[in-house]
């Protein structure tokens, strides 16, 4: 089987996400998993910490057995990666035979490394893209654990502006829409199809979104 390519959904909770989700595994041949709670954000920390170690301890020192960090520098940064890409993709990505296209929507972004975590993610799964989804604020603000926030407006604004900028960064790498413009107008999905390299179907667009999503 051919490696799949990656692509992953960046976006915050209740911004009509999880219905994103299912217009892209609508898509023949996609497969994007749900949320995972982060889990793969604790990958980037133990990756991260044992390449910090590699940098900054003495690596004739870590190679004496009597030593407190014996056999740290030796870390595999390029075999750890691959091991890592495989770990996600046989345990929470589990691609079919007929799989083009692979990975998953995450509402756990608000990261003050997140250039850092989502070079990360592009390290372990060469050539991923992202798509970006937000939402009018004030609906987000009312619905669900948002309501119970009093700082539900300032999180919001500073969790979309960061991963706008990081969005910003990746270039033609990540592509940005609007819940509020293609739940109006499914045919402002046409860019997105475009970007993915994929045709639009508005019949099979309609379809999915008559379907009840995020109970």
Not at 137 to 162: C, G, N, Q, T
Request: hydrophobic content about 40%; glycine content about 6%.
């Amino acid at each position: 089987m051919a490696e799949p390519s990656y692509l992953f959904v960046m976006t915050y909770g209740r911004s009509g996400s999880t219905l994103l989700q299912g217009l892209l595994n609508a898509l023949p041949g996609y497969l994007i998993r749900g949320e995972n709670a982060g889990a793969v954000r604790g990958l980037y920390d133990f990756h991260s910490r044992c390449v910090h170690e590699v940098g900054h301890r003495n690596h004739e020192r870590t190679e004496r057995p009597t030593m407190p960090f014996y056999g740290i520098t030796g870390y595999p940064e390029a075999e750890a990666l691959a091991a890592l890409r495989r770990l996600v993709v046989d345990t929470l990505l589990r691609p079919a035979p007929d799989t083009r296209v692979t990975g998953f929507k995450e509402i756990r972004w608000a990261y003050d490394d997140l250039p850092a975590y989502v070079d990360f993610l592009r390290q372990v799964f060469p050539g991923a893209r992202f798509v970006v989804n937000t939402r009018d604020h004030a609906a987000v603000a009312r619905s669900k654990w948002w309501a119970k926030r009093d700082d539900a407006a300032e999180a919001l604004l500073r969790i979309e502006s960061s991963i706008l900028a990081v969005a910003a960064d990746l270039g033609d790498a990540a592509y940005h829409v609007h819940y509020d413009d293609w739940a109006a107008d499914p045919t402002t999905l046409r860019g997105l199809h475009d970007w993915l390299g994929e045709p639009f179907d508005l019949d099979r667009v309609r379809a999915v979104m008559e379907v009840k999503h995020s109970f």
